[in-house]
């Protein structure tokens, strides 16, 4: 008995594996919707391997979720789904929205049992989906691979309880805790690389996977950097990222140069509908520069401001209502500072490089005195080498509400 249900775990997490390899792979392509995968499998009747049957994920522009897609391919393929297994995700939704509930889909679909790594988090609807399924006589397991699953919709968590984006803070640091060398070091326009290629792509990778990426004017003016996503990733079927990945400039009074890399690419998405350069500025912001900025292409939006800075609550709102659910900070020492100290910030990812820059270099954040000791503020962390760098990720805030009990307690 013992070994029969040794096998059948062992089952239940290779195939959320899968699920969950599906639901990975739409990074950049679910948003504003989460991303999920969803595995169906038949057991032969004499027993044995279950097979895969049919299996999908979630993509926002081609509406079906991956309960659908699933089904849908299951029935191309000619296989029957009544008595299958569906692995999910991500709890099949009770509701409609842009799709009809999943839950009455694999009801209707005859399956018999249903794999879930973890309950909704909208709190509305959360375990809505599970009940329907219970109630219409199909066994239940939750919480296989529940923390891999959670870890894929950090942002989508935590947006569809705060409705403000998920925010991460990004900083490229020396290995004694500074952001940037002096400025009489440097050249204008010119930016400084601390860390190594290999880094500087996991940069790229966390851009891929963010909505929108935010800095101030003063990183502006000191780099003239592009902020665009170059991981060179594309999702299934080649799929490019469904929209591009939205530049946002803090810029109170529009200092930004019109010949400056970010407005030169401005505007390119235009025809998706879809803006890439959001600059916000002060209501007392030059007419005649929004004018000349919007011409560009870029998207200016006036935000309320205090003694010039601009209300950082107001911005995280501003971005929500244009559905951006995750923010990646790059910013200077200024804007660390004051997200950090507003406790706007869910997650940081510090990347230390071997290089010492010195006393009189520019600080991690204002108002902190060392990154390292910030770090122990951060819970869930994790550490990674990138070439010679260091990287450390660690969580500020807790994206998910609660822990469900593990599948081994879960009821059927």
Known sequence: MQQSTTTRSDQDHALMRRALKLAAETVALASPNPQVGCVLTQTPPSGGTPKVIGEGAHL?????????????????????TK???????????SHHGRTGP????????????????????????????LAKLRAAGIEVTLGVLQQQARDLNDAFAHFIQHRIPFVTL???????????PPATWRRPNQ????????ARYEVQLLRHAADAVLTGIGTVLADDPQLTDRSGLLGPNNLPRRRPLLRVILDSQLRIPLSSQLLRSAGDDRDSGHPNLLILCSKTAPSAKITALTDLGALVETIPDHAGRLSLPTVLTALAEHNILSLLLECGSH??????????VDKAVLIYAETELGDQAIPFAQGIASPY??????????RANYGPDTCVTGYLHEPWRTQVAPPSKAIS
């Open 60 to 80: 926002y522009a081609n509406r079906d979720h991956a309960e659908i897609v699933a089904l849908k391919q299951a029935a191309q393929r000619g296989f029957s």
């Open 83 to 93: 008595g299958a297994t569906a692995y999910v995700t991500l709890e099949p939704c």
């Open 335 to 344: 804007l660390n500072g004051a997200f950090l100290q507003q406790n706007l």
């Open 191 to 198: 930016p400084h690389w601390l860390t190594g290629p290999a």
């Open 170 to 180: 990004k900083a490229a640091l020396s290995v004694d805790g500074k952001l940037a």
């Open 102 to 129: 999943c839950a009455d889909a694999l009801i209707a679909a005859g399956i018999c049992r249903c794999v879930v790594a973890t309950q909704d988090p909208n709190p509305q609807v959360s375990g809505q989906g």
């Open 373 to 382: 000791l910030f770090e122990e503020s951060l819970h869930r962390i994790t």
